[in-house]
């Protein structure tokens, strides 16, 4: 049985079932309204449904990001394989050294697109929901790639790991 005495603040009880609690890792990016790349990476994107395609993520209001993703019309999300560490590791970092590599390209609508990414979406952002320090944004899928194939790269208890031999 759960003892829920043991984590009463909700705070914590939130970080510690989502440290047990495996995400996905992509990076979304954009241009700031000087159309300079802006990006972030995210264990928060997901589906939000095929029909019609839809995808979603949260950014915090305080973000570098916010502002350029806030007032963003398209967005271009990535979703990342193993080989893509160091890429999910600089996206989350310093941001003004996000994109000093050569390692990405202009795609449509003139979105930032990392090419080593194991697939991108270009999407069209629908709504903005702020809610409290943070926002959800949900968009409309407009067009897609796929990359290399990888193994995905996971967020866990508070780092990147690999996944491991499938299930039957």
């Given at each position: 049985?759960?003892?829920?005495?043991?984590?009463?603040?909700a705070?914590?009880?939130?970080?510690?079932?989502?440290?047990r609690?495996a995400?996905?890792?992509?990076?979304?990016?954009t241009?700031?309204d000087q159309?300079?790349?802006?990006?972030?990476t995210?264990?928060?994107?997901?589906s939000?449904?095929?029909?019609p395609p839809?995808v979603?993520?949260?950014?915090?209001?305080?973000?570098s990001?916010?502002t350029?993703i806030?007032?963003?019309?398209?967005?271009?999300?990535?979703?990342?394989?193993?080989?893509?560490?160091?890429?999910?590791?600089?996206?989350?970092?310093d941001?003004?050294k996000?994109?000093?590599?050569?390692?990405?390209?202009?795609?449509p609508h003139g979105?930032p697109?990392f090419?080593?990414?194991t697939?991108?979406?270009?999407?069209?952002?629908?709504?903005?929901?702020?809610?409290?320090?943070n926002?959800v944004?949900?968009s409309?899928v407009?067009?897609?790639a796929?990359?290399?194939?990888?193994?995905?790269?996971?967020?866990?208890?508070?780092?990147?790991?690999?996944?491991?031999?499938?299930?039957?």
């Amino acid at each position: 049985m759960f003892d829920f005495s043991a984590n009463a603040d909700a705070t914590d009880a939130l970080r510690a079932s989502f440290r047990r609690h495996a995400s996905g890792v992509a990076v979304i990016t954009t241009n700031d309204d000087q159309g300079n790349p802006v990006g972030f990476t995210a264990t928060s994107m997901t589906s939000l449904g095929a029909t019609p395609p839809l995808v979603m993520f949260s950014v915090a209001r305080g973000a570098s990001s916010w502002t350029a993703i806030s007032n963003a019309e398209y967005i271009a999300i990535h979703t990342l394989g193993e080989a893509n560490l160091e890429l999910a590791q600089r996206m989350a970092a310093d941001h003004t050294k996000r994109f000093t590599t050569e390692d990405w390209s202009r795609g449509p609508h003139g979105m930032p697109v990392f090419e080593a990414a194991t697939s991108v979406l270009i999407c069209k952002v629908r709504q903005v929901i702020n809610i409290e320090n943070n926002a959800v944004v949900v968009s409309d899928v407009i067009a897609g790639a796929e990359g290399q194939q990888d193994e995905a790269l996971l967020y866990y208890q508070r780092s990147y790991r690999q996944t491991g031999a499938a299930l039957s």
